[in-house]
């Protein structure tokens, strides 16, 4: 195959390639993303889903999880394997229901304060409540925000 | 350049992570343990008035372990990972202006600050992260950051500071300096300490006060700039880290030592593995892909140490893309007779998915590719990670290169079904 020169107007010249176009051969398709068609009316109006964070806790970074088992609470809807969210950086006054350590073992009551007097109560007749004094090993480690079990 | 931060600094801070969920270990020794259970990188403070020392290799301490009742974890990165970054958005709360150091230490930048009330202000810091995310940490105020170093450590072991300190008078500042032993300044390694301690210099005070030009001439550019740092002079900034990674890697050391390709390879390609999937959690991928091995630089054995840089035709974020380049790495660099001791991978070169512009003569089916990570993605998310694995990764099965982690506790932040669970 002999490349032919063609003379240009201006006297410069060039090249042609010849090509003996028997041959076939494959070109590698370039594909890229084209945006194409038409656009989604709904694209102005496009909002982030409901995240179930914002249902449970204003404050993720202070929220914990925890499983329940027992009946002390079932008369506050807090049945036996439930999971809690509590938000350790809320300020907790009488009448919360936290999640408090006693005697170096975690316990979930209602937190009240009487005449002076500061009590952990069960929400379930069969049980006492108990008294905190100022001898007892006693913590509160956070406030429940959150019940949720299976209906 | 500023002229205020802080140093914020978890105390203990995986033995601390694992109290929070053991409220029967908050007065008692404990250590936590490093990979492969070898030895300890974490103690109580009970664990420390025991004589355990950090680095004390675990078969060591088993009798003071049976002695005194000291309870012992595996490392638990899951838990410890989530910890640390409630802490950091806790931190944040305070300023945006953070550079998260390491896992248990952020500097805050206070510079823009004005008429602070400095007390105050580190203690609202430190019964703040104490409260809400239930880890106890140490502030330390100065006007550089190796002087704020210096400031969270006197905090720390000072009970008058009670874990914070500020360090903004000369004065203190001078009294620190000559109660801190070079060594234990930030950039000053035990290799340097000795050295100078044999030129007379045992004391940050001594260390700032050396003249410049010596240290130039007998240590480097980086000492120097600590010596600036210790007069006052801040030379380093906040370094705020890119929101994307700009180059990924995943190593570890293996549990014994490995001398078989087939063994590294299946280490290398669950790293790569690993990489991939890191880029596609962020969106990316990567055009340049290394692979390095190494043998154990502490024994005596001999030392041999590898990296083989490999540029992609096309940048990619997929397990099998990464994985044959991996391998091909690899068998260049592997050589028989050698104790390995550490392989890992890293991919570099980053960009946005969707940038990635497709070599004309690539004959992979991305689209069919991408499907399939992105259902692999799922099974990981939904199964765990390492559900599904390319077949040279390996069965998973208690492999001499698998972490050895038989003493670790729930993963109580990070997995659904091993939160926390009270009798009530």
């Known amino acids: 195959m002999k490349n032919v020169p063609v003379l240009l107007p201006d006297h410069s010249y060039v090249e042609l390639l010849n090509v003996d176009l028997s041959d076939d051969f494959l070109l590698p ?78 316990t979930v009551k209602r937190y009240m304060k009487r005449k002076g007097k500061a009590y952990l109560v069960p929400e379930n007749k069969k049980y006492q409540p108990l008294e905190i004094t100022p001898e007892m090993d006693f913590e509160v480690w956070g406030r429940v925000v959150m019940v949720m079990h299976n209906p | 350049m500023t002229s205020l931060f802080a140093l914020v600094d978890c105390n203990n801070f995986y ?16 250590v936590v343990l490093s990979n492969n259970d070898g030895c300890v990188i974490a103690r109580s403070n009970e664990a420390k008035g025991l004589g355990i020392k950090m680095g004390d290799p675990f078969f060591q301490i088993k ?15 899951e838990l410890y990972g989530d910890m640390s970054f409630r802490v950091v958005e806790t931190l944040r709360t305070f300023t945006p202006n953070i550079e998260v150091y390491s896992v248990d230490e952020s500097f805050l930048d206070l510079g823009d600050f004005k ?17 809400d995310v239930g880890v106890p940490v140490c502030v330390g105020v100065a006007p550089t950051k190796t002087l704020a170093k210096i400031a969270n450590r006197l905090a720390k072991k000072s009970t008058k500071a009670d874990g914070v300190l500020i360090l903004t008078d000369p004065y203190h500042i001078e009294a620190a300096l000559k109660r801190t032993a070079v060594e234990d300044v930030w950039g000053v390694g035990r ?6 301690s044999s030129y007379g210099i045992t004391t940050a005070f001594e260390l700032k006060n050396a003249k410049d030009a010596w240290i130039k001439k007998h240590c480097s550019v980086f ?55 890191k880029l596609r959690k962020q969106n990316s991928c990567a055009k340049q892909i290394e692979v390095f091995i190494s043998t154990n630089r ?68 991305h689209a069919k590719e991408q499907t399939l990570m992105q259902f692999i993605d799922g099974l990981t998310d939904k199964f ?33 079904d091993q939160i926390l669970t009270i009798r009530i």
């Open chain 2, 63 to 77: 009798e003071l372990i049976k002695q005194h009742d000291i309870t012992y974890f595996s490392s638990n990165y």
């Open chain 2, 115 to 131: 008429f602070l009330d400095l007390p105050s202000y580190a203690r609202n810091i430190k019964n703040t992260v104490k409260r």
């Open chain 2, 15 to 30: 033995a601390s992570c694992q109290r929070l969920f053991r409220p029967d270990l908050r007065t008692k020794p404990i």
């Open chain 2, 298 to 365: 502490y024994s005596d054995h001999p030392f041999y140490h590898n990296i083989k840089k490999i540029i992609l035709p096309t940048a990619t974020n997929s397990n099998l893309e990464l994985i044959k380049y991996a391998k091909i790495g690899l068998e260049q660099i592997f050589i028989p007779g050698y104790l390995y001791k550490k392989a890992g991978v890293l991919v570099s070169d980053i960009m946005p998915a969707d940038n990635v512009q497709l070599n004309l003569l690539d004959t992979t089916d």
């Open chain 2, 191 to 196: 290799q340097y300490a000795k050295f100078l």
């Open chain 1, 29 to 106: 398709l370039y594909s890229c993303q084209v945006s194409a068609g038409f656009p989604s009316p709904a694209d102005d109006y496009l909002e982030l889903q409901i995240s179930i964070t914002d249902i449970v806790t204003k404050n993720p970074r202070s929220t914990y999880f925890v499983r329940v088992h027992g009946d002390s609470m079932e008369d506050v809807h807090i049945p036996d394997g439930s999971v809690l969210a509590v938000d350790r950086s809320l300020e907790v006054v009488s009448g919360n229901i936290i999640i408090a350590i006693v005697n170096q073992e975690f």
């Open chain 2, 384 to 416: 765990g990670k390492d559900t599904v694995r390319v077949a040279c990764q390996g069965t998973g099965q208690k492999k001499d290169w698998n972490l050895k982690r038989e003493h670790v506790s729930p993963c109580y932040t990070t997995r659904l």
């Open chain 2, 223 to 277: 000492m120097l700039r600590t010596v600036k740092e210790l007069r006052g002079e801040p030379c380093a900034d906040l370094e705020v880290n890119p929101e994307d990674k700009q180059n990924i890697c995943t190593s570890r050391s293996f549990g014994e030592y490995v001398t078989e390709l087939p063994e590294i390879m299946e280490a290398v390609t669950s790293h790569a593995s690993k990489c991939a999937s």
